[in-house]
């Protein structure tokens, strides 16, 4: 019997170790790991350089307080400043935490400027943002709020129909007291659908117009998963407040809030804190990420091999018209969609040696590492071809 709570439907496998793209299992199966902790582990598992860098950093130095200067925290900002938008990071230690302080920072900032009645954030229905108690409220899911209430105030839902071609509506609902607009550039739990640019361009404006704030939950979609270092840039609009996780740590677990100078003003000495947020181990292993990722030359890689895996699924779209509906998502991070309920599908893929992970509708999620290699596509490729012939 497990004495772990049953918040998890898991599948019947662990694993020993981990090489790369490849997952070895503890009946001693190597598997093709294209779930990669959920966009978690952007290098594969046990690459050279953080397996290098943890266990050097580990040696010398873990933890120290906030309450202290920590070098590697400001270094791994100053990377994360001078390659993005921002002006100022805030460290957290996962996703929700770190949407959780992007919602702080953006009521905070209202406050400052003498506004404080200015605090409602208007969110995309059935988004993600994370599972504390104020971002499942956030995302407005009935599913995650299901039995968690009282309901948390401050949160106003638009609809997504990507079919459209920007938020019909949008205007009406932001209201005197909205302060802040926000989404996930690309949404990952909700079915790997991208905001289309139009749309992106459209949510920027209005936010300017209105004087309000916009928060891009890049959590999943970001530090180079999307083929550009953030999903965002490809349609040309920066937030004000941008929520990472996932990526930036390599299966560390690291979170932050990236911020531009106006919206910092608000948070002064005692307006957030985290006791592990930032801490040097963490910071270490961020920093060796950071370097690899951000790199022009990793990221054109990551363009071009997710353009010849994207190019490939259609074919396979083609190939098989009744089963697949739709191919979607940029870079690695893609959704193939099916007419059908993908449980099923998934579990083939994982008898064929391909590991995979769901998301809704329909969605079989597929998150390679971003340095995986073209044979392995290939190998990809090759499996859920013959599933999709397979299937009945
Ligand atoms: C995973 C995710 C989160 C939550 O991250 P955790 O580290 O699980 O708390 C928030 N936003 C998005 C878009 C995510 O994909």
């Known amino acids: 019997m497990s004495y772990l709570a049953k918040n998890y439907n898991r599948k019947k496998i662990s694993f020993v170790r981990g090489k790369g793209s490849y997952l070895y299992s503890t009946n001693g199966k190597k598997y093709l790991d294209f779930v990669q902790g959920i966009a978690v582990n952007s290098l594969g598992h046990a690459h050279p350089k953080l397996v290098k860098v943890i266990k050097d950093q580990s040696k010398k130095l873990w933890h120290v307080s906030n309450a202290f200067q920590i070098p590697e925290g400001e270094k791994l900002a100053k990377k994360l400043c001078q390659k993005t938008f921002a002006d100022y990071v805030m460290f957290q230690n996962s996703g929700a935490e770190a949407t959780e302080a992007a919602i702080k920072v953006a009521r905070r900032y209202f406050y400052s400027i003498g506004e404080p009645n200015k605090n409602r954030i208007l969110c995309i229905k059935n988004s993600f943002h994370g599972r504390t108690?104020?971002?499942?409220?956030?995302?407005?899911?009935?599913?995650?709020?299901?039995?968690?209430?009282?309901?948390v105030p401050g949160f106003d839902h638009i609809n997504f129909k990507d079919t459209k071609p920007r938020f019909p509506n949008l205007r009406k609902k932001i209201k005197k007291n909205t302060a802040a607009i926000m989404v996930e550039t690309i949404m990952g739990e909700g079915g790997i659908k991208p905001i289309p640019n139009k749309c992106l361009q459209y949510l920027r404006k209005i936010c300017s117009q209105k004087k309000i704030l916009l928060i891009?939950?890049?959590?999943?979609?970001?530090?180079?998963?999307?083929?550009?270092?953030?999903?965002?840039?490809?349609?040309?609009?920066?937030?004000?407040?941008?929520?990472?996780?996932?990526?930036?740590?390599?299966?560390?677990?690291?979170?932050?809030?990236?911020?531009?100078?106006?919206?910092?003003?608000?948070?002064?000495?005692?307006?957030?804190?985290?006791?592990?947020?930032?801490?040097?181990l963490a910071m270490a292993v961020g920093n060796t990420v950071m370097d690899i990722v951000s790199s022009k030359k990793f990221l054109r890689n990551v363009k071009k091999l997710s353009k010849y895996f994207l190019l490939n699924l259609n074919l396979l779209k083609e190939k098989y018209p009744h089963m697949i509906k739709e191919i979607r998502g940029r870079g690695f991070l893609i959704g193939l969609q099916l007419y059908q309920d993908q449980s099923k599908f998934i579990k083939k893929l994982m008898d064929k040696k391909l590991l995979t992970i769901r998301a809704a509708e329909n969605t079989v999620r597929i998150l390679p590492p971003l340095n995986v290699k073209k044979k392995e596509i290939d190998q990809a490729l090759k499996i859920i071809d013959k599933v999709c012939a397979d299937f009945k």
Do not use: Y
Request: one cysteine or more; hydrophobic letters at 40%.
């Open 133 to 151: 108690i104020a971002a499942i409220f956030a995302s407005g899911s009935k599913k995650m709020t299901e039995g968690f209430g009282p309901k």
């Open 216 to 280: 891009l939950d890049e959590v999943q979609c970001g530090i180079g998963r999307s083929g550009d270092f953030f999903a965002f840039e490809q349609s040309r609009i920066r937030g004000d407040i941008v929520p990472i996780a996932k990526g930036i740590g390599g299966g560390f677990p690291i979170g932050a809030v990236l911020m531009n100078k106006k919206v910092a003003a608000g948070m002064i000495p005692g307006t957030h804190g985290s006791t592990f947020g930032g801490n040097p």
